[in-house]
């Protein structure tokens, strides 16, 4: 990957993400562009397009309790835990989406 590739995907993912780099995953020595949450939310959003499991909608408060108790607490959670609660929220936010388009037409 060119440092110049690189640059532009950092800056196009600023706006949406706060990219640091202890919350981030790492290819060699390029940081991902976006954190290990917002990956996950990403990710989710992907596999909600091609899943249906309204049941996830019940997981969607995990991401936010994640994230809460963090910035309240000396609680530090885990790039892996981000990744997984953001993969569950991506996906329960796109089932909900779904779910409101089928009651609306």
Not at 34 to 43: D, F, K, L, P, S
């Amino acid at each position: 990957m060119s440092n110049k590739i690189w640059l532009k995907s950092m800056n196009v993912c600023a706006p949406t993400c706060h990219q640091r780099a202890d919350r981030s995953y790492f290819i060699g020595n390029y940081q991902l562009p976006v954190c290990a949450r917002c990956q996950g939310v990403y990710i989710g959003y992907l596999l909600g397009l091609f899943i249906y499991m309204p049941v996830l909608l019940v997981l969607l408060p995990l991401t936010y309790i994640d994230g809460f108790i963090q910035l309240k607490t000396e609680y530090n959670s885990t790039n892996s835990r981000r990744l997984i609660t953001g993969v569950i929220s991506g996906f329960a936010t796109i089932q909900l989406i779904k779910a409101l388009i089928h009651y609306i037409f």
